[in-house]
């Protein structure tokens, strides 16, 4: 067997298992492990062979220097300015691990989370690397996001979901197949804002029939069916009614219009008709706004407030007033308590952190009187458990990603790749946005679709460079 044979064979195993992964992440955790533990023996039976069949091929034995240098060699991942940063963020974790305040919980959070994100990542950027296999892989995800769509719609109408019979929640969420209404809400953003930048690709090219690969589909069938599948996505994701989804959809759709400058209305009126049709519905449902946590208790203390006013100030002055009596009354539905819990783990450790995976344990010893919640910042939680060092790293990451996208979606015209990669892009700070506000990173099943949509981002990035040469 040859080493071309090899990477041949290897790269469509770890896709055959990559497709039904994407697809069952939202569903099955089990699904998700399972493709999850094969890949990575795949990945790594992949560099031993080729390693064993390199030595075979030397004319004479190598010295052990040699044979440690032609490992290294072999094991490095792809060539990708993201694979730097990444590999930083990886050794960034695992010095948190080494310095956690509580290791067998660490350890485990590295095997079973950051290991196991880190190559499904490299294992995204290795066997997406043909046209083909990227639209596989996009109708696999977007497949997967119009089914939980329509799981969430089956519960909107009849009570409970018909994956696992969620019922709705107390304030009628929809929350479909995930635990919590703001999961479902943090999965469908990307996913919306992908199709809102496919239908201007579709629209666009509606009349080229010239590459029949592309999602499979052709011309108006193509408009319709992905229009149908953005008012599907974006359905659910108002049903959801989580205020911090709604705000990563809005920064998500800011970045797209800002990436298409040429059609930035279309994000646009998008915003306009999602907001306009559920902002509404947001106070009937859930008794809140943007602003405010009780629409009906502010009511009633801005009249009583009112009715004490005394004429002598200004109207900037009572405007200013308004202002601050607001931003005393907000509190996130309780985050603006979670993020002080979270200040009092960070003041302990900031340097390195608590530990991978340890606020739970950290934040009840280092507080008197510790709610029993996450910090919903996942930027302030990943500071408590990994540190300055950590969260600059993984900043970091984002930052080259960022980079590295526009300067490929500069160069490309738009078309089939670049519609993708700025889809991907901004539904993806979209995503991030949210996760100021929420859990993101620390659900299993998001935080690894966090990491694979980074790889499908740095492999259509590679794709796009291989097509223009």
Known sequence: MTALKVTLWCDRAMFFCLVPLVFFLPISTAILEICSGLIIFIYLAKRVLLFVLSQKQQKSPLSIGDRWRLFIQICKPVDHPL??????????????????????????G?????????????????????????????SALLSSAIFIAIDGFYQRLFGKDFLFG????????????????????????????????????????????????????????RVM??????????????????????????????????????????????????????????????????????????????SARLQKETNKKTKWQRFGEEICSELSRFSGAGRVGFWGETLHVI?????????????SKAAERYNQHWTGYYSHNCYLQMLAEIGVVGLG??????????????????KMPLNFYSSVLAGLLAGWVGFLVHSALDTNFYSTK??????IIMGLMAAVSLLMQKEAK
């Open 166 to 221: 969620h019922a709705f929640t107390s304030d009628e969420r929809v929350s479909a197949c995930f635990g919590h209404p703001n999961d479902l809400g943090g999965y469908l953003i990307i996913f919306v804002v992908l199709c809102v930048a496919l239908l201007i690709w579709a629209l666009v090219s509606r009349g080229e029939h010239r590459l029949p690969a592309d999602l499979f589909i052709q011309g108006w069938l």
């Open 110 to 138: 590295f095997f079973g989370k950051t290991v196991e994100a880190v190559f499904l990542f490299l294992a995204v950027v290795e066997s997406i690397n043909s046209r083909r296999r990227l639209n596989v892989m996009l």
């Open 225 to 302: 069916m992905i229009g149908a599948s953005v008012v599907l996505i974006a359905l659910a994701l108002g049903w959801t009614f989580s205020r911090g989804a709604w705000i990563g959809f809005g920064a998500g759709m800011i970045v797209l219009g800002y990436i298409n400058l040429q059609r930035w209305y279309v994000p646009v009126i998008f915003c306009v008709l999602f907001f306009g049709v559920f902002t509404s519905q947001l106070e009937l449902t859930r008794n809140v706004s943007f602003v405010t946590d009780n629409i009906s208790s502010d009511k009633y203390f801005r």
């Open 83 to 108: 694979v730097l940063p990444v590999g930083i963020f990886f050794y960034a974790v695992f010095l948190s691990v080494i310095a956690s305040q509580f290791p067998q919980v660490s350890w485990r």
């Open 347 to 359: 003041g302990v450790a900031p340097l390195f952190g608590t530990g991978l995976n340890t606020y």
């Open 446 to 451: 998001l935080a690894n679709l966090m990491w």
């Open 393 to 410: 790293a993984f900043f970091w990451v984002v930052f080259v990603l960022i980079r590295t996208s526009l300067g490929a979606l500069r």
